[in-house]
């Protein structure tokens, strides 16, 4: 808590969190307060391990509606989410531990729930961020088996059902956290926002409120549960919240609220529109994406194309690598959807925060520097040739780009290129079509942009990645909370970095783009106008408002 405003017998109560995702909110409240107590089954040990195996089928069905249900609403990344809750749900460890607790005479639900903590703890206690963020996710399945219990059964002590709402909606949910699941089973047209006192930015809970467009704050701390709110403003942009705002709070922020409101109404008139940079060249305005499921929220917004597959994902939802088949399906789904335009598909960047069981992947004292980007496919030939035989046949149905991660040293281009060559060869042997590919690389280590220059002639366009270009440059680990007063993206050596990379490129007649969060950072539109980028490749939440801010609407 940072203030409190009294105005007569009004009490304002001013919260800074963490901002997860932008916009601004003021709304009656909606109260979760975590799964209600259940029955125990403390008694017949035998009988309560039979109904978790009864959970667990619930449980997974549910997750595979949810996956569903994320795919028809243009959610991707949380399809992948729930699919990969349904393996989290058959840890062995996680159930050893629960079955354990069952055995001691523990409850049922205080067997999940004490499991699910004891599992959340550890992860918080490896000090990864990355690692910790999905403490989050142990106790969203935790809570989801309780969920399937109290289905099941009445409330053991009575107590009030686990929401308060004050009105019919809309409203800004408070909760200690919340679980994707949870999120997901609530109506998102009443949804104002989303406020946890717990949590992080890399929660999926607030990568979820991101891509649903719902503004969201994360780790208020305690104060947000205060009993008796019945109002609340919320800054999701600037990670502020206001508990029973004062007159003169809800004014401004509504007011601000109604200017986006009529700033995406221009926005939508304007789509058409080419925004232009100072020297006059078009900048194309595209998008990231890390799903087939994402591209139809991306057309309905006419995207120049996608400017960023990120295809970990492929890599990450399932036990083991992605087969030549399945990728193929994907990037030509991708490729169809696009009809023509533009499609950059970037090779598989697993390593340093996204990891994967099967992989096996070396534990490293210093991840972000070790085994990541195009590394690991040099490190797994056969990986990064079925990935290569994928695109090349996929390259049929539209204008594919491949890219590659983590390009820092020339020989390293060169034998990324012998790898495609020799994929080629294969496939011509097979009498298999594939179509003209463009080969690209991501700037974004210091080196690559230092010798832009020389890449230029070997490649046929950039992508700057200013998250990873941010974090070599300056040293400061992207995904550390507590040094992020060093990461700092606007750091005049990342810029002139990135003057370099452009003013290289356009020399040999090569165009670059920007993949990374800082495309989408209206505080540098002037700046990418002025050093004549060709690309921003965003969100597409964000694809409106940044074409507008090229606009200069
Ligand atoms: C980047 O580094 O800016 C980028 C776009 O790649 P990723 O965020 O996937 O590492
Ligand atoms: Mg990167």
Not at 237 to 259: C, F, H, I, Q, W
Not at 380 to 395: C, G, H, I, N
Request: proline share 3%.
């Amino acid at each position: 808590m940072i203030g409190k405003k009294n105005q007569g017998k009004h009490i304002m109560l001013e919260l800074k969190g963490i901002a997860a995702s932008g916009g601004i909110a003021v709304a009656s409240v909606l109260r979760i307060h975590g799964q209600k107590a259940v029955k125990g089954f403390g008694g017949d040990a035998g009988e309560a391990r039979k109904l978790y195996f009864e959970l667990k089928k619930q449980a997974h069905k549910e997750f595979e509606r949810l996956a569903g249900i994320s795919r028809e609403t243009g959610n991707g990344d949380m399809s992948g989410l729930f699919d990969s809750y349904r393996m989290m749900i058959e840890d062995p460890n996680f159930e050893e531990a629960v079955l354990g607790r069952i055995n001691r005479g523990v409850a049922l639900s205080d067997a999940i729930r004490e499991s699910g903590e004891e599992m959340a703890a550890s992860l918080v206690a490896s000090g990864d961020e990355y690692i910790k963020a999905r403490s989050a996710d142990v106790m969203g399945i935790s809570d989801e088996l309780i969920h399937q219990l109290s289905e099941l059964n009445e409330p053991e002590t009575g107590e009030e059902p686990k929401e308060d709402i004050l009105g019919t909606g809309p409203y800004v949910v408070i909760a200690v956290r919340l679980s994707p699941t949870q999120l997901l089973r609530l109506d998102k047209r009443k949804i104002e926002a989303i406020c946890l006192s717990e949590g992080t930015v890399n929660d999926h809970t607030a990568i979820l409120a991101g891509s649903m467009g719902i503004p969201c704050v994360v780790g208020l701390g305690p104060g947000l549960m205060k009993e008796g709110t019945e109002r609340i403003a919320v800054d999701g942009t600037a990670g502020m919240v206001y508990l029973d705002p004062d007159n003169e709070t809800v004014r401004k922020y509504l007011d601000v609220k109604e200017s986006i409101r009529l700033r995406r109404e221009r926005a939508r008139l304007r789509l058409k529109d080419r925004p232009v940079t100072d020297c006059g060249r078009t900048v194309k305005v595209c998008c990231n994406i890390s799903s087939p499921d994402d591209i139809d929220d991306i057309t309905a917004n006419d995207a120049d194309g996608v400017g960023l597959f990120r295809t970990e994902y492929l890599y990450l939802k399932g036990n083991d690598y992605p087969s030549e088949e399945e990728q193929f399906e994907s990037y030509s789904e991708v490729l169809r959807k696009m009809k023509g335009k533009e499609v950059i598909i970037r090779t598989c960047d697993i390593g340093f925060d996204k990891a994967v069981d099967y992989m096996k992947l070396p534990v490293e004292q210093n991840p972000g520097m070790g085994i990541r980007g195009i590394r690991i496919s040099f490190e797994r030939p056969e990986m990064f040739k079925t990935q290569l035989r994928a695109l090349y046949r996929a390259s049929v149905f539209g204008d594919l780009k491949i890219m590659f991660p983590m390009i820092s040293s020339i020989w390293e281009i060169r034998e990324a290129k012998r790898y495609c060559e020799e994929v080629r060869s294969e496939l011509d042997l097979e009498g298999k079509e594939y179509g003209d590919v463009k080969i690209g690389i991501m700037i974004e280590t210091p080196s690559s942009a230092l010798l832009s220059g020389e890449f230029a002639k070997e490649v046929d366009f950039f992508s700057i990645g200013s998250n990873d270009l941010t974090q070599y440059t300056i040293g400061a680990d992207r995904i550390n909370p507590d040094i992020s007063r060093y990461y700092d993206a606007y750091h005049p050596a990342v810029k002139e970095l990135i003057r370099m990379t452009v003013e290289n490129a356009h020399k040999c007649g090569i165009k670059v783009g920007i993949c990374g969060e800082l495309a989408s950072d209206e505080n540098m539109t002037g700046f990418f106008k002025e050093i004549c980028i060709d690309e921003l490749s965003v969100s597409p939440s964000r694809l409106l408002r940044v074409k507008l801010d090229l606009l200069g609407d």
